[in-house]
């Protein structure tokens, strides 16, 4: 912390994709719904909804069969044989002033990261809206042995960056967004995050901007 500002000292900043980057609510509510159609089971119910949009997707497909692994399994071959994740990409809304707060922390010499439990979707994600020039790191939880909300995925920024973890703000809009932070021994900021136990709390992407010593908001 900068002792004269009371700010922090950031040398990254690691972004969840999904209810960060994006509102990409809509986006899973309708695979996750595609799937259950296409098994023959019911529709989600919101709470399951909820959980799918958080977690991975076999641990979303293990949650919504409950231990029926013949289901599991024909929605894992489904996923793998005939979904297209490109379709569902374009229901992702990107969060307003993200681009330009990117912009803003590479000016200022901050590594980016993001750390997601997508899998094989995320390069689409990337590619779709030119995100690639503003992140150093991508970690999916293809990436990792253990996915978020284990701190594996934190540790492989850490080490890639040589980081000290007390220089590093993780923003998320989750419990397990809170959890793998915490687990990590990394700042955590709420995104939109209503009630999350967090060090900070921004409704807005260039608000970051405002607790780093390192950091400006760009004048309007």
């Known amino acids: 912390m900068d002792k004269k500002t009371g700010k922090w000292e950031i040398d990254c900043v690691i972004y969840d994709c999904d209810g960060v980057m994006f ?3 809509e986006a899973n509510r ?4 595609q799937i259950a159609s296409s098994i023959g089971r019911e529709p989600l119910t919101e709470e399951e909804v ?17 231990g029926n692994e013949a289901l599991e399994k024909k929605a894992v071959d489904l996923l793998k044989k005939e979904i297209n994740f490109k379709d569902f990409i374009v229901y992702l809304r990107m969060e307003p002033n993200l681009l330009e707060t990117l912009t803003a922390l590479k000016k200022r010499g901050i590594k980016r990261a993001i750390n997601t439990n997508r899998t094989t979707s995320m390069p689409f994600v990337m590619e779709r809206y030119g ?8 970690v999916t939880a293809l990436d990792v042995s253990n996915p978020k909300p284990h701190p ?10 040589n980081l000290d973890r007390h220089n590093i703000v993780y923003i ?4 397990v967004d809170k959890e ?5 021994g990394v700042r955590f900021i709420a995104y939109k995050g209503g009630g999350l136990e967090a060090d900070a709390a921004i409704d807005d992407h260039l608000a970051l901007l405002d607790f780093l010593s390192n950091g400006r908001r760009p004048q309007e």
């Open 23 to 25: 509102d990409s609510l």
């Open 50 to 66: 909820q959980y799918c949009h958080t977690h991975t997707v076999y641990d979303s497909l293990r949650y919504m069969f409950q």
């Open 30 to 33: 309708r695979l996750y719904h």
């Open 180 to 184: 793998t932070a915490h687990a990590a």
């Open 152 to 161: 594996e995925s934190v540790e492989k920024i850490i080490q890639a960056f």
């Open 172 to 175: 998320g809009d989750s419990e």
């Open 131 to 138: 995100l690639a020039p503003y992140f150093e790191m991508v």
